[in-house]
Structure formats: structure tokens, C-alpha cells
């Protein structure tokens, strides 16, 4: 708890946090509990750095932490030598399709490639010019010409498909910086993007009929991660958030087709057919569960999620198994979660809390006769208020926190699934506010 | 004689049984009972908890006469929210997963040592410090500007990764940071890197 903390990472904790967005950077100040989950995931990340894969799905309810948890992972990825890749899930963003959805998920996840120094994405001219660059110096003092090593150390794409051509477009960079031809550079980082649509404008540009389309999504992930293991970074880990998106799909053929190909991903995985490579997807239990239009309507990839039998049995948790579900909020986490924060609003210093533990929970009861239990099922809402609050008397020290908790306002944090029902105009009641159904009304 | 010694071995054996059957049905009865007490014992815990987590609403609609009006009104009950009671034994199980949680991540993003992803050579370690040196001339470069710096042999994204993996590597944070066409130098790190 007496851990110094950074004012930039202070600064983006509170300012993300306020946002409703998960923090980029300082997740370890704030992180409550989980040890066990958290223990179990920095294994499978260092069996990557070690060369081996992994395959996890994080499932939880709205409002869980699964956002939160999966960025966690990311960060400690990023800080142990790895490249991470990551993109939410949408109707027009998909495994598996023919209308541009798996190209155009392609395209976001390799747009958002981090590394621990560009944490925030766009980190692919700096991997493929760190491989080029250690190439041409390794060619420069070996008397060897470039392009020959390029293809050299490269030759292990060749075994996927669409491997030569992803050597062609990485020697084109190469060819477009010595010759000082910018537009080449741009072209290719465009091809590695999978911004192009048709053969003729890839052939055009780059002199390459082939283009990355929609059925090389995962074939291409594959590449990536020989890429960047070649480049001198220690693995691959791709994050995919939103599933349920999945679950959605209204075309069995189409939903199932998207299923077959995380069957895909996952037998490859965990085979150990390729190396330094590791996925995380995140989604609801219904995604998983649903015998009608979840994972678990796949029989084959039912009987590799269902739950360890024995710690079913003996009433535990088995945090390695593929599946790691992660429990609601409660109610000590949430107020853990509120220590953290004042600890975090103090730059790590206790003499400088603003507000001391009774007015902690004083907080947590003012919301929960706001909003009812969502305060701390759905958090969202509830730290923002929190953050406000510390904001306010952080700068007018004349208040008390007594006299202005009452007026904090926290207001109901709405599920994507509500969402509809509000825009419709019907009242999304709080959890509390159950089913009595009396109103108030007057008799004049 | 023999006769009477049987009868009597008889209806002592029968009482005996008797004896027996009655114990073990009373053992059986009491433990039942005991079973019951707890039970019961559970169920005045969880009331009182109950009571509490309830206690000033009746939850029943109330009619009122409002001040300044011509009629009554029905007050709905206000939401009967429960005071956020802490699970004390929850909670302090909980804080010893988030301090364990919270070591295992300082062991990661606060250590000291040098994470590098790629040993680098001397020569390319020499040409970066000499860069990074020069950068701290100014705090906003354009990426011309540090093209021309670095000479056209030098892909400048290789090298801004370079000076920023030793930075991370020695101070934890980066150094250069990227905006499009810009490029800004955190000029305060520089005693700590040069």
C-alpha cells in the first residue's frame, strides 16, 4: 500500500477512470483481489516469453472487471518483452465472414500492436523497421546482402499461407527507405495493415497480386507472430474483447462458421503447433453457456470449455483451465477499490488521504440509496463519483467531505443490452426499486 | 427350576432388547433435536442479520396530507436499500489477495533490471546514446529533423524503439514520445539518462 506512485500514471489512472475507460497505464495501483486469476494468466504469459502458447477465454457479467483484467494482462505482457494486439468484437468486426469483417478486425488489431515503449498501438513501422534494421546492420558486417538475410530469417513464414508474399511486402519497405521513396514505406505498412480491398490496387502499389482478405485472418496472426519474434521481441499475445458479438450473430451458418474458426485457433494452440503466441478472448456467460447460440451449442469446442469435473466436484476453482470465469464485483471489493483510489488520488502518500475510511463507507451508502445495488455490481458510475468527490476536495480543502457527500451525484450505470429499452423511453429501474409496483399520486 | 432360569432369561433378554431399541430411537431423537436447535440458531442469525440490514422501513405505503394542498397523498415507500455492510472476514481475506496481487505486479512493473527485448549490439547502444545526447537539444522535433540527425541509413522508428527500451529499461518510462509528424523529448530525464 506504500508503493510510490508516478504523477503521470496518477494522472492517467484518474483522468481514464473519470472517462469510464480502463487506465493504459498504473493498472497495478488499483488492481483489488484476484491473485489466484492474476497468478495463473502471468504464468501463461511467461510460458509465451518461453516460447510456448496459450489459450484463455476470460468470461464474466457486465460490469465484472473482464475489460479491466484483460488490459491488466496486456501491461504485463508489454513490461515482459511481448507485442500485444487487441480489438473489440462488433457486428461489422469478425472471425470469420465475406463481407470485410475478419479483414476489418484484422486490420484494428495489427493498428493497435503494442510494445512496452508505444503501449498505446501503432507500434508497426517500429517492430518491422527494428527486424530491418537488425537485418541490414547483421548483413553490413557479415558482407551479405540484405534482402538475401531478409528472406533467411524469414523463411519460416513460408510454411503458412500467404508467407511469401509477407516477405515480398517487408522487403519492399526495405527496398522504399534505402531508395527514399516514402510512398513505398506507406504502401507496405498499408499491406501489413490489411487496408487493401482488391488485387489491382495491391498490385499496382507494391507489384503484389495477393492482398490480405478476409480468409487469411488467422493465418495472418500466425505470420505476425513470427514477425515479431524475429524483430527480437519475446511473443505475440492477442486480445479479443466483446465476444458476445459472436453469440449475436442472427445466422446459425454465419455464428457457427465464426465458432469453428476459435475451434481452429484453439486446437492449434494448444497442440503446440507454432510457438510465442497466446490469445485472450473475452465475453458473457451466455457466449460461453448457451447451448443454442453459444460456444456451447459447438459440441467440439463444448467438451474443451466445459468445467474441471473434479473442482466442480470438490467445490473449487481451477484458475488454469481455459475457461476462468470471473465473478460480479461485491460490495468489499468495491471498497477496496475506493482505498486503492484515495491512494492513488494521494500520489501513494497516506498523509495526504483526503478523505479517512468512515467517509469510505459513508460513500458506498449515499450510492447505494442512489443507485440501489448496481453501485457496486456495475462500477462504472460509482468511481467516477468517487473521483469527482476526491477532485472536489482536493481543491476547495475548506469543505468536509460530510457536508458534500450528499450532494455527490452517481447516476445508474447502463448495460449495453438496456441501452435499447432507454432509447425506447421506458424506465431501466434500479435493482432495488423492485417489483412492489405502487406509484405516487395525488388525491385533489 | 431349569423352567423358571429360561422365563427369566427370556423376559430379561426381551427387556433388554426393548432397553436397546428405546436408547438407540432416544439417541437418534436427541441428535435430531440438536440438529434442529442449530438450525434454528441459523435462522435467528440470519433474522437478525435480516433485521438489521431492514430496520426503520416497514416498507407499507403511508398516506399523508401534504402542507399547502387540498389532498392526500400516497407515498410510495422509499427503496429499501440495505446499509452497505461489510463482510469483515470477506474483507480482510480480500486485502490479502489484493496485497498479493499487488506484490506479484511490483515484482513485474517495478523492477530494475533490464527488460530489453533484444540484446543490442555496442555499436548500434553507442549510435543510440549519441542520438538520444543530441535529442535533448530540444523538446519537439519533427521526424525530417531527426532523419537529417540520423543520417538516410537510419530507420528512424527502429531507433526512437532503441532509445526508448533503454529509457524504460533505466527509468521505467519512455523517453521520446510519438505524435504523428511530431516527436516530443521528455528533456526532464535527462540527467537520469545520459
Known amino acids: 500500500m506504500n508503493r510510490p506512485i508516478k504523477a503521470k500514471e496518477r494522472e492517467t489512472i484518474i483522468q481514464s477512470l473519470k472517462s469510464g475507460v480502463v487506465p493504459r497505464a498504473g493498472l497495478q495501483h488499483i488492481q483489488v483481489g484476484r491473485s489466484e486469476e492474476l497468478k495463473s494468466f502471468i504464468k501463461d504469459v511467461d510460458t509465451i516469453a518461453e516460447g510456448g502458447t496459450s489459450f484463455r477465454f476470460v468470461i464474466g457479467e457486465y460490469g ?97 499461407t500467404g508467407g511469401y508474399n ?111 503466441i497466446g490469445f485472450i478472448m473475452s465475453g458473457t456467460p451466455e457466449f460461453l453457456t448457451d447451448n443454442i447460440r453459444g460456444l456451447y451449442s459447438y459440441e467440439a469446442l463444448k467438451s474443451r470449455l466445459c468445467e474441471n469435473a473434479f473442482s466442480k466436484q470438490l467445490g473449487v476453482t481451477d484458475y488454469n483451465s481455459v475457461v476462468l470465469r470471473l465473478s460480479p464485483l461485491t460490495r468489499e471489493e468495491l471498497y477496496l477499490l475506493l482505498v486503492n483510489l484515495r491512494h492513488v488520488f494521494a500520489g501513494g502518500d497516506e498523509e495526504k488521504y483526503l478523505v479517512p475510511d468512515e467517509a469510505l463507507l459513508a460513500f458506498l451508502h449515499h450510492c447505494a440509496n442512489k443507485i440501489g445495488e448496481s453501485y457496486f455490481r456495475t462500477p462504472r458510475t460509482t468511481i467516477k463519483s468517487f473521483l469527482d468527490l476526491l477532485s472536489v476536495l482536493e481543491q476547495y480543502p475548506n469543505y468536509k467531505w460530510s457536508d458534500i457527500i450528499a450532494s455527490v451525484d452517481v447516476q445508474q450505470d447502463i448495460e449495453p443490452s438496456q441501452v435499447k429499452t432507454v432509447l425506447s423511453g421506458k424506465t431501466v429501474r434500479p435493482a432495488s426499486d423492485d417489483a412492489d409496483g405502487f406509484t405516487t399520486f395525488k388525491l385533489e | ?89 470477506k474483507l480482510a481475506e480480500l486485502q490479502m489477495q489484493t496485497r498479493a496481487s499487488q506484490d506479484m505486479l511490483a515484482e513485474i512493473f517495478d523492477q530494475e533490471e533490464e527488460t530489453s527485448t533484444e540484446a543490442i549490439t555496442r555499436s548500434d547502444d553507442e549510435r543510440m546514446l549519441d542520438m538520444l545526447r543530441r535529442l535533448f537539444d530540444k523538446e519537439v522535433w519533427t521526424r525530417a529533423e531527426i532523419a537529417e540527425l540520423a543520417g538516410p541509413e537510419v530507420m528512424i522508428g527502429s531507433l526512437l524503439e532503441q532509445i526508448n527500451d533503454y529509457s524504460c529499461s533505466k527509468i521505467d518510462d519512455i523517453v521520446v514520445e510519438e505524435d504523428d509528424d511530431k516527436i516530443y523529448v521528455a528533456i526532464e530525464y535527462k540527467e537520469h539518462l545520459i
Open chain 1, 64 to 160: 465484472s472487471g473482464k475489460t479491466f483484467f484483460m488490459s491488466l494482462i496486456r501491461s504485463i505482457a508489454l513490461e515482459k518483452g511481448l507485442v500485444t494486439m487487441h480489438a473489440d468484437l462488433s457486428p461489422t468486426k469478425r472471425l470469420h465472414g465475406s463481407d470485410g469483417q475478419p479483414r476489418m478486425l484484422l486490420s484494428e488489431m495489427v493498428s493497435n500492436l503494442a510494445t512496452r515503449t508505444k503501449p498505446d498501438g501503432n507500434a508497426l513501422q517500429n517492430i518491422l523497421e527494428r527486424f530491418l534494421s537488425s537485418a541490414k546492420e547483421e548483413a553490413n558486417s557479415t558482407g551479405r546482402d540484405a534482402y538475401d538475410l531478409i528472406s533467411e530469417k524469414l523463411n519460416e513464414l513460408n510454411d503458412y
Open chain 1, 166 to 276: 509477407f516477405i515480398s511486402v517487408v522487403k519492399k519497405y526495405l527496398e522504399g527507405h534505402e531508395t527514399g521513396n516514402e510512398q513505398l514505406m506507406n504502401d507496405s505498412l498499408k499491406w501489413l495493415k490489411a487496408e487493401y480491398t482488391t488485387r489491382t490496387d495491391s498490385f499496382r502499389d507494391l507489384g503484389i497480386r495477393e492482398f490480405i482478405s478476409d480468409s487469411s485472418f488467422y493465418n495472418t496472426l500466425k505470420l505476425y507472430s513470427v514477425l515479431v519474434r524475429k524483430a527480437g521481441y519475446k511473443g505475440l499475445l492477442v486480445c479479443m474483447d466483446e465476444m458476445v458479438n459472436l453469440y449475436k450473430i442472427p445466422n446459425s451458418v454465419s455464428r457457427r462458421a465464426n465458432y469453428e474458426e476459435i475451434l481452429s485457433m484453439l486446437n492449434n494452440t494448444l497442440q503446440g503447433t507454432f510457438s510465442n
Open chain 2, 1 to 89: 427350576m431349569i423352567l423358571a432360569l429360561i422365563i427369566v432369561f427370556v423376559i430379561g433378554g426381551t427387556f433388554f432388547f426393548l432397553w436397546q431399541d428405546e436408547h438407540e430411537k432416544r439417541i437418534e431423537a436427541e441428535k435430531q433435536i440438536k440438529d434442529l436447535k442449530r438450525q434454528l440458531k441459523r435462522g435467528q442469525k440470519q433474522g437478525q442479520k435480516q433485521r438489521k440490514a431492514t430496520k426503520d422501513s416497514s416498507g407499507f405505503a403511508t398516506i399523508e396530507k401534504s402542507e399547502g394542498t387540498h389532498g392526500y397523498e400516497i407515498k410510495k415507500p422509499q427503496p429499501q436499500v440495505s446499509k452497505p455492510l461489510l463482510d469483515q472476514e
